[in-house]
């Protein structure tokens, strides 16, 4: 992720797991019909600070399904049961300041076991997509 041609952070999908074991014991069943976890390390830089928005992060809010055959869910791939999988201490922060560094999972409640789930914030003009299940 770069702004006024510096990079401010620098992420990693290390790992897609589709229907994972949940660990949190208040978890509930997927209201779409299944989870998918992205295991996430991110570091920001020190120039973050600098930029408009002094965070970044890979909230909710910003995500998409599409489905294999090109279907794209209309519905929330960042529900309450997706976020009540994992216990806290696992969950990715929902964005880092300048100079953070993070490991973590972010859970989405997808209603198909393949598909590819897409990233793009509203600042930017092109996001990120990866296909679940990894190949």
Known sequence: MTDKEKT???FVINSILVDPACTNSSAM???????VVLDVSMETMPALADSV???FGLAGYGWKAIA???TTF???VA???SYMCLTEAERFPSALGPAEKATGKIVFDVPTTTGVLVHKQAFMPAG????????
């Open 8 to 10: 401010v952070a620098s």
């Open 29 to 35: 069943r997927a209201k779409n019909g299944h989870f």
């Open 53 to 55: 928005n002094p965070q």
């Open 68 to 70: 294999d055959n090109g």
């Open 74 to 76: 209309n519905g929330d």
């Open 79 to 81: 529900s309450f049961e």
């Open 128 to 135: 990120w997509e990866w296909a679940y299940p990894a190949k």
